[in-house]
T-cell receptor, first 115, second 112 residues
Framework: EADIYQTPRYLVIGTGKKITLECSQT?????MYWYQQDPGMELHLIHY???????EKGDLSSESTVSRIRTEHFPLTLESARPSHTSQYLC??????????????FGSGTQLSVL | GESVGLHLPTLSVQEGDNSIINCAYS??????FIWYKQESGKGPQFIID?????DKRQGQRVTVLLNKTVKHLSLQIAATQPGDSAVYFC???????????FGKGTKLSVKP
C-alpha cells in the first residue's frame, strides 16, 4: 500500500494569498509529481521531480512552484492565488519496476478554492 | 497532439454483470499502460498495468486487454459490485520524459 499524504484536504482562501500545499511520502520513492485535476476530468502534470534538488515543469503550464529539499517532501506553492487556480491538486510518487514502468501512487488530493 | 482518450464518458451496469471500459491511445511509442480507479473525493488508485509486449493481463476480477494494432486498451471487470462505482482512467507512458498521460475518464455506475 502507498503511504503518501497531502495536507490540507480542503482549502478556501481569498485572492492574492500565498499558499503552500504539502505532500509527503514514506516509501523512499525518488520521483514525485503534482497533477491538477478539474472535477471528473483528466489529470494534467504540472510539476515533477527526479529526486532531491530536482524540479521539472510538466506538460500543463502552471503559475505554481515546487521544491525538493528532502526525498520525502515535495511542497507546491502559489505566491498569489487567483480564482483560476481553483482545482484539485494531486501529489504522487512513483516506483520504477525493472522491465515494467513507473507505477504512480497518489495522495488523496487538496481541493483548492480561491474566492 | 498525442493523447489518451476514452470512448464513453459514462457507463451504467447492473450489479453482477461484467463491465468493459475502453480506451484509445495515439502514441505508438508508449510501451506501458495503467488503469486507475478514482472514487469520489479520493486520489486515483492503481488497478492493473500492462506492458506492450503483452496483450492480456489478469488480476483479481479485472482483466486488461491491449491491442497495439488499433491502439486500444480495455478494462474488464467481472461480476461488477457497487464498490466498483468510480471514475476509471487509463494512462500511457507516452508523455515527455516518459511521464504518464491520462485519458478523460469513464464514470462507472453500478445499479443494485
Amino acid at each position: 500500500e502507498a503511504d503518501i499524504y497531502q495536507t490540507p484536504r480542503y482549502l478556501v482562501i481569498g485572492t492574492g494569498k500565498k499558499i503552500t500545499l504539502e505532500c509527503s511520502q514514506t516509501m523512499g520513492h525518488d520521483k514525485m509529481y503534482w497533477y491538477q485535476q478539474d472535477p471528473g476530468m483528466e489529470l494534467h502534470l504540472i510539476h515533477y521531480s527526479y529526486g532531491v534538488n530536482s524540479t521539472e515543469k510538466g506538460d500543463l503550464s502552471s503559475e505554481s512552484t515546487v521544491s525538493r529539499i528532502r526525498t520525502e517532501h515535495f511542497p507546491l506553492t502559489l505566491e498569489s492565488a487567483r480564482p483560476s487556480h481553483t482545482s484539485q491538486y494531486l501529489c504522487a510518487s512513483s516506483l520504477r519496476i525493472e522491465g515494467q514502468g513507473e507505477k504512480l501512487f497518489f495522495g488523496s488530493g487538496t481541493q483548492l478554492s480561491v474566492l | 497532439g498525442e493523447s489518451v482518450g476514452l470512448h464513453l464518458p459514462t457507463l451504467s451496469v447492473q450489479e453482477g454483470d461484467n463491465s468493459i471500459i475502453n480506451c484509445a491511445y495515439s502514441n505508438s511509442a508508449s510501451d506501458y499502460f495503467i488503469w486507475y480507479k478514482q472514487e469520489s473525493g479520493k486520489g486515483p488508485q492503481f488497478i492493473i498495468d500492462i506492458r506492450s509486449n503483452m496483450d492480456k493481463r489478469q488480476g483479481q476480477r479485472v482483466t486488461v486487454l491491449l491491442n497495439k494494432t488499433v491502439k486500444h486498451l480495455s478494462l474488464q471487470i467481472a461480476a461488477t459490485q457497487p464498490g466498483d462505482s468510480a471514475v476509471y482512467f487509463c494512462a500511457e507512458n507516452g508523455g515527455s520524459q516518459g511521464n504518464l498521460i491520462f485519458g478523460k475518464g469513464t464514470k462507472l455506475s453500478v445499479k443494485p
